[in-house]
């Protein structure tokens, strides 16, 4: 082991530089992504969609502050005991969770002297938890993965971490004896570590704090923080992760004691309003409400819903019954309808854009474009002759073409008032409902002007943009409150007052879990009529998706609904609190004037969701009167400051964010950039922004932080970490046609250390530390550290470089490098089992297939994997020799999956020797004989004697690695034929 003293430390690189287990950190963040409301800071909210894993950033923030020794193995087995990630920690995460049972464990292993730990089948009651892990430990052992031994296991973060630490920190302090360490818990270690480093405790900062996980989770584990975001609702977000989640349980309790105060006060003034109970005492859960439209054809008003579906589970749905007095339909609901009728019931009167019902045996079809009137514009744009909306307006004219009808409501019996489990039933409403309704319309008109005027509801107007123009264009809407019910306004404006009555601080505190709320109680919130089996209807949040979408039915819950959406920190208690200080500044990033020594950044760019469109939503309801240290804060959303995710105006935003934030770093201090996006221009932007803004790479890793989710092609699941530091070399020129070969040596030297270091590994535990895709990063990586260390390529100035237009279709410099890079990496990594010589002599198409068939012998089913391969190796169209596209099932056509038109000369795949081969061996699989197939490959193929064995070293990696028994039978019946084939047979 190297010699590492605390003098030295100052100008040591970071362990991240060199060593990160990718692998492992991938697990982890997809089983704390998994835990969906059970990730900690979604109890703030979950409408922030884009919160990066907190697992991650511990990762990311220890792996910046430990410095490497010289022995990689010993410092990557060390990160793994401060993760949690080791065996021990496994094992008491495992017991945490129960993972076994007594009687399993018996089952399990082979136990000599079972009564020192059991009675009968059961734990004896003496036994103690330090027992119990020498049994854990052994069951562990059984498992052959880190993934099957997580995925028993409680996450780090919940669990007691001065139990779960225990025995790591005497293991770290000797590791790094030479540097004097005597660390007790995670404060400890980065305080003396940051002193060491920077001579104070370190401050890790983040200018996009969105959701606040990157802020929230150094100061847990012991940094001084700093969070800004232009956008106030990220503001708040990010003070309530801090100040909130991170306080310790006694105030969290005092919180939820406030919270419950106000939804008591709240639901006092309801009940006294008597517009939630029926004349039985039954009171209202839920409300569910339709457009209702004129039908031009016919003049009959028609109820508007895709389906009248109401309850899937318990056979609920609505039907409608000709009124011919009156042109319109009564909705009655029917309850147990029969199979047939709820399969009648999934058509509702909206069907692919169009208004449909049947009257009196005929079929009548109206597109809901002519009902709006939409027309286009001279400027190619659209409009319509829907009214707009008055500010004084909260629900429709009489005469306006869309009305808003209740058809049915959930009951809650009043016998089961106040029950953990309330019997529930749904009913269309009665006159006397409808009475109700009528006097909650005359309680919103008249105190609308005040509630405006005092900020209790919103009065703001709706903004075009991408998102906004929605309800705009298809209700007519053109202020905030008019998303809201009579109902929903009448209960938020009860909720606002109550929380301004709250003294100090709670105030503020409570006032946090008003957005999510505000989210729940809207009228683009969808009914759905089956969350699963045996269960009733629920109502979704608006921000289910990053949109501002206007359904034709939608659901409103009532307060006893609403009110445990509002109390929303219970399920957190166990979670460690917050130790140190965080500031959080509503500034964009080009504007701080904080300095750091980590920042830490997860930027909007491309595809980015619009937060600062569809934020209006929220800060329409909280801008006026807000309480400290909100009224710092501006509560607009300054579209015209935002960073939007391509182009020119984010390359030029983003140099500005990123200099700045250089500027405010030591020269020693480091930078995370988390970047979620696979397309090249995107990566060449990136480059350019760090170039300019004075940084250089000095290492990236690839995160798989995202779960499953239904969309395919262009969607990407993980998250790559680049490292970077200040520039420090002063000016230097480089040209194109010497950088390419200091790439080549520097990826391919940075990929034999990785390599190095993972047969190591394996060697003595059996499982790697990187995968391909970590060594496909590391090649990304030294060449942007290669790239980045330079002040002008060919002459141009960097910055002019990253900040001049570029054209469409344009292939700059760093686009051709960065792509040398990644076929340089990928040209190192030859699949086990393949001979070098054959992979130099491969296509890109068909080392795709070859090295991605390698990797689902692994159990590799990431549809990333797929995605960052095909851009490393140039396929055209990967999705072409794909047989499933589902992002956590992803995997090839298996051979005899391929259709003939996937193989013809005109195919990426069919073009080729191993498209050749794919059609052979399908021949074979049909009983064609394979002296046959061989002369007919030697006469389609001028030469066949020359690539032979390629051929034959293709067929064998096909029979090794195929998961289908009859192709791989095929191949070696077609393998030992070419192999043994005579000269001039």
């Known amino acids: 082991m190297a010699t590492l003293t605390p003098l030295a430390l100052k100008d040591a690189p970071a362990l991240i530089e060199s060593v990160f287990p990718a692998q492992k950190v991938s697990f982890e963040a997809q089983k704390e992504r998994k835990a969906g409301a059970g990730q900690t800071l979604t109890a703030l909210g979950s409408y922030w969609k884009g919160r990066k894993p907190l697992i991650l950033v511990r990762a990311i923030v220890l792996g910046s502050l430990l410095p490497p020794t010289g022995d990689g193995e010993a410092d990557l087995a060390i990160f793994e005991k401060l993760m949690a990630f080791d065996d021990e920690g496994l094992a008491r995460r495992a017991l945490a969770a129960n993972a076994y049972s007594a009687a399993k464990l018996q089952e399990l292993i082979p136990i000599s002297d079972p009564e020192r730990y059991f009675s009968g089948r059961g734990w004896r009651r003496d036994i103690t938890d330090d027992e119990k892990l020498v049994l854990y430990r052994r069951a562990l052992a059984t498992l052959p993965s880190y993934e099957e031994k997580a995925s028993l296991c409680k996450r780090p973060e919940e669990m007691d971490q001065g139990w779960l630490y225990a025995p790591v920190w005497p293991v770290v302090n000797q590791h790094y004896g030479d540097l004097g360490l005597n660390a007790c818990s995670f404060a400890d270690l980065v305080e003396q570590l940051g002193i060491l480093r920077y001579g104070k405790r370190p401050r890790v900062g983040d200018t996009f704090s969105g959701g606040g996980s990157i802020p929230f989770e150094a100061a847990r584990i012991g940094c001084d923080t700093y969070a800004s975001d232009l956008n106030p609702i990220a503001c708040m977000l990010t003070w309530g992760a801090l100040n909130i989640v991170g306080a310790s349980q006694e105030h969290r309790a005092e919180i939820e004691s406030a919270q419950r105060a106000v939804a008591d006060a709240v639901d006092r003034e309801i009940s006294g309003f008597g517009i939630e109970h029926d004349a039985n005492g039954n009171r209202a859960k839920a409300y569910l409400y339709c457009l209702e439209t004129r039908c031009p054809e016919t003049g009959w008003l028609v109820p508007m819903a895709p389906s009248w579906v109401i309850s899937k589970a318990h056979n609920v749905i609505a039907r409608l019954k000709p009124d011919s007095a009156n042109k319109r339909f009564n909705i009655e609901i029917l309850a147990d309808a029969s199979n047939a009728e709820l399969k009648a019931a999934e058509n509702g009167t909206v069907q692919g854009g169009d208004l449909v019902y049947e009257l009196a045996g005929k079929l009548y079809r109206t597109p809901i474009k002519t009902l709006r009137g939409d027309y286009r514009l001279p400027d190619g744009g659209t409009g319509n002759r829907l009214r707009r909306w008055d500010v004084s307006d909260f629900k429709p004219r009489p005469d306006d073409v869309f009305q808003e009808r209740l058809y049915a409501i959930m009951w809650i019996s009043n016998e089961s008032l106040g029950k953990s489990r309330p019997d529930v039933f749904l009913a269309a409403p009665s006159e006397a409902d409808f009475i109700r309704e009528k006097q909650v319309d005359a309680i919103v008109s008249e105190n609308l002007t005040e509630w405006q005027a005092n900020g209790l509801i919103p009065d703001m107007a709706i903004e075009p943009g991408d998102k906004t123009d929605e309800p705009i264009r298809t209700r007519g809407w053109t202020h905030w409150h008019h998303l809201f019910s009579p109902r929903q306004l009448l209960m938020l404006a009860l909720l606002r007052n109550e929380v301004r009555k709250l003294e100090g601080r709670l105030q503020s505190e409570v006032s946090v879990f008003l957005p999510d709320a505000i989210q729940r109680s809207a009228k683009l919130c969808i009914w759905d009529s089956f969350p699963g089996p045996g269960r009733m209807p629920k109502i979704a949040q608006v921000f289910s998706d990053q949109s501002l979408s206007t359904p034709m039915n939608w659901g409103v819950r009532a307060w006893n609904y609403l009110a445990p959406v509002f109390i929303g920190i219970s399920d957190i208690h166990d979670r460690p609190p917050v130790t140190r200080s965080g500031f959080v500044q509503s500034s964009e990033a080009s504007a701080i004037s904080e300095e750091c020594e980590l920042f830490i950044s997860d930027p909007p760019y491309a595809d980015a969701v619009i937060y600062h469109e569809i934020t209006e939503f929220f800060i329409a309801w909280l801008r006026k009167n807000p309480p400290q240290p909100f009224d710092e804060w501006v509560w607009d959303s300054r579209r015209a400051l935002a960073i939007k995710g391509s182009g020119e105006d984010f390359r030029r935003g ?171 990496a990928s040209s190192l990594l030859v699949p086990e089992g393949l001979a070098a010589d054959t992979w130099a002599k491969l296509t890109g198409i068909e080392r795709f297939v070859l090295r991605m068939l390698d990797m689902e012998t692994t159990g590799a089913a990431k549809l990333d994997n797929y995605q960052n391969f095909a851009k490393a190796f140039r396929v055209e169209d990967y999705t072409r020799v794909m047989g499933d596209m589902r992002p956590n099932h992803a995997r090839l056509k298996r051979v005899s999956e391929y259709a003939s038109r996937d193989l013809t000369d005109t195919t990426e795949i069919g073009a080729t020797r191993l498209g050749r081969l794919i059609i052979a061996v399908q021949q074979l699989l049909k009983d064609t004989e394979p002296q046959v197939i061989v002369d007919q490959m030697r006469g389609e193929m001028v030469d066949f004697l020359e690539v032979r064995s390629l051929l034959t070293d293709m067929l064998a990696f096909i029979e090794r690695k195929s998961r289908e028994p009859e192709a791989r039978h095929a191949a070696e019946v077609l393998g030992a034929r070419l192999k043994n084939l005579r000269f001039g047979e």
């Not at 090249?680 to 932007?685: L, M, N």
């Not at 391919?748 to 790697?768: C, F, R, W, Y």
């Not at 060449?783 to 900040?803: M, P, Q, R």
Request: charged share 20%; glycine share 8%.
């Open 654 to 824: 983003m140099v500005a964010a990123y200099k700045t934030m250089a500027e405010h770093m030591p020269d020693n201090g480091t930078q995370c950039v988390m970047f979620t996006h696979q397309d090249t221009s995107v990566w060449g932007d990136l480059v350019g922004v760090f170039w300019a803004a004075g940084l250089q790479v000095v290492a990236a890793w690839y995160i798989a932080t995202e779960t499953t989710s239904g969309k395919v092609g262009a969607f990407v699941q993980g998250t790559v970490i680049l490292m970077l530091k200040k520039r420090t070399a002063g000016e230097r020129t480089g040209f194109k046609q010497r950088l390419l070969p200091a790439v080549r040596q520097e990826v391919a030297s940075q990929i034999e250390t990785m390599m190095h270091l993972n047969d190591t590994v394996k060697a003595h535990h059996g499982e790697p530390v990187f995968n391909d895709s970590d060594l496909q990063m590391a090649g990304y990586a030294a060449a942007l550290k290669v790239l980045t260390a330079y002040t002008h390529i060919g002459g141009e100035d960097v910055t002019s470089f990253a900040l001049r237009p570029r054209a469409r279709g344009e292939v700059t410099v760093v686009d051709e490098i960065v792509q040398q890079a990644a076929e340089t």
